[in-house]
């Protein structure tokens, strides 16, 4: 069965602001974004219009 979401989004370190954020393929498992700016691997998985589930963690988001 399908999840109901295309990515994955997590932090290497749960709480620790601008640690590496990683968004993974549910699908494949791979992880296709990832870097330390958590605006950048948010827009690069909506740009696509994918669904997605953001696992807890801090993220800094200036916009």
């Excluded at 990515?7 to 990683?22: H, K, L, Q």
């Amino acid at each position: 069965m399908p999840l109901p979401y295309t990515y994955i989004i997590y932090p290497e370190n749960p709480n620790v602001i601008g640690t590496t954020i990683f968004a993974q393929n549910s699908q494949t498992g791979q992880v296709e974004f990832q870097g330390g700016d958590a605006v950048l691997v948010f827009l690069q998985t909506f740009a696509e219009r994918h669904s997605i589930l953001v696992k807890a963690g801090l993220y800094l988001i200036n916009l």
